[in-house]
């Protein structure tokens, strides 16, 4: 397994949570990196990602304000701090890094090539 994401749990509203992303270094180090969900009986959405530099990062809408995904360097775990969790936010998180190498930061999960196993996030009301 290249990828593994870990880190999550059953948690109430208005908890936080990090999540990381462990993976060899030297394939991933010069890629694109994401975090996707999926929720109970729902498709899988886009969360956040971060370009290969570790800078410009993206969210989406509904965790902006809320969640920061980072990564230190390429020696270090992907991250997701998540704030404020909410009962909507409750899905399994999946970690993901791009196809090709030195992309620009994008939202569609066709351009993830490598995917971790997911962690389950649950959020009581």
């Known amino acids: 397994v290249q990828l593994q994401a870990y880190g999550g749990g059953l948690v109430q509203a208005g908890d936080s949570l990090r999540l990381q992303c462990t993976y060899s270094?030297?394939?991933?180090?010069?890629?694109?990196m994401g975090w996707f969900r999926q929720p109970p009986g729902k498709e899988r959405e886009f969360v956040a990602a971060i370009g290969w530099s570790g800078r410009i990062p993206i969210y989406a809408e509904s965790v902006k304000g809320r969640f920061t995904i980072s990564r230190p360097n390429a020696k270090y775990p992907l991250s997701l701090q998540m704030n404020n969790l909410q009962p909507e936010d409750t899905a399994v998180y999946y970690c993901a890094a791009h196809r090709g190498n030195y992309g620009s930061t994008t939202r569609s999960a066709d351009d993830y090539g490598y995917w971790g196993q997911g962690t389950l996030v649950t959020v009581s009301s």
């Open positions: 270094s030297r394939p991933f180090g010069n890629k694109v």
